[in-house]
């Protein structure tokens, strides 16, 4: 199941730099996950400051 990152998200793009096949990309407002491109390793949720990034 992908993750998503919830309003909680600070843009400070720790998780778009830590994940793998590059599925995290800044929005509006909030970084956004394509779900079609994460494989659900957890390494966003790991460094994330603010713990945005969550399973579906």
């Known amino acids: 199941m992908a993750y998503k990152i919830s309003t909680e998200c600070i843009s400070c793009g720790a ?7 590059q599925a995290i990309s800044a929005g509006d407002g909030k970084y956004e ?3 079609a491109t994460c494989i659900s390793c957890g390494a966003c949720a790991g460094v994330c400051p603010v713990s945005a990034p969550a399973e579906e």
């Open 33 to 35: 996950i394509d779900a």
């Open 15 to 21: 998780c778009e730099a830590e994940c793998p096949v």
